[in-house]
């Protein structure tokens, strides 16, 4: 089956930029997405179509694609934005969606 | 404003089925396809499926084929999820959400993404 690979956690100090990556074959060809996700809650999109940014959501988060390798960057962490990030996108014939493993992001 | 509001918690026997509810609500059902996700407890975010109110096409997750079903009532803008002959491994909180962006094209076809989610339901199964 098709999978999307993310790092299991990513550490930052506040203030620093945080970085998590997401890899799978068919991203060249489909769009990726970031999802925020904290204790209790439901996630919620921070990133779409590889590099949009939906209104709301703070401009510390930005996304980019390179090749196989997708990268969600926060510039200035601060302490609210610990969680859970996940990776979404779908195989090379676009019909089924796929959620990378999640990455905790602990701000040290 | 946009919202969607799902049913109550659930508890299940091994071999039962559940349904879960997701009604709409500040916007037009049948406009966006609606996926359901699910998270079983501690894990990762794992999609079950798609329907489109709009002319009730569906697309399921693999590994569900054959136990799962998804249905909208535009009526009421709601839409619902079945899932049959329940394992404990099915316990997890399960979420609707609304997908935009799905489309096909002379380049391919692209999924969605999920811009509203449901609050989550759990569904727990256990004898």
């Known amino acids: 089956s098709y999978e999307l690979t993310q790092p299991p956690s990513v550490s930052v100090s506040p203030g620093q930029t945080a970085r998590i990556t997401c890899s799978a074959d068919a991203l060249p060809k489909q769009y990726a997405y970031w999802y925020q996700q904290k204790p209790g809650q439901a996630p919620v999109l921070v990133i779409y179509?590889?590099?949009e940014r939906p209104s709301g959501i703070p401009e510390r988060f930005s996304g980019s694609s390179s090749g196989t390798t997708v990268t969600l960057t926060i510039s200035g962490v601060q302490a609210e934005d610990e969680a859970e990030y996940y990776c979404q996108s779908a195989d090379s014939s676009g019909s089924y969606v796929v959620f990378g493993g999640g990455t905790k992001l602990t701000v040290l | 404003q946009v919202q969607l509001v799902q049913s109550g918690a659930e508890v299940k026997k091994p071999g039962a089925s559940v349904k879960v509810s997701c009604k709409a609500s500040g916007y037009s059902l049948t406009s966006y396809g609606i996926s359901w996700v699910r998270q079983a407890p501690g894990q990762g975010l794992e999609w079950m499926g798609w329907?489109?109110?709009?002319?009730?096409?569906?697309n399921y997750a693999q590994k569900l084929q054959g136990r799962v079903t998804m249905t909208t009532d535009t009526s009421t803008s709601t839409a619902y999820m079945e899932l049959r002959s329940l394992r404990s491994d099915d316990t997890a909180v399960y979420y609707c959400?609304?997908?935009?962006?799905?489309?096909?094209?002379?380049?391919?076809?692209?999924?969605?993404?999920?811009?509203?989610w449901g609050q989550g339901t759990l569904v727990t199964v256990s004898s």
């Open positions: 329907i489109s109110a709009y002319n009730d096409n569906t």
């Open positions: 959400a609304r997908e935009r962006g799905r489309s096909c094209s002379g380049g391919g076809c692209y999924s969605g993404y999920f811009d509203y």
């Open positions: 179509k590889d590099s």
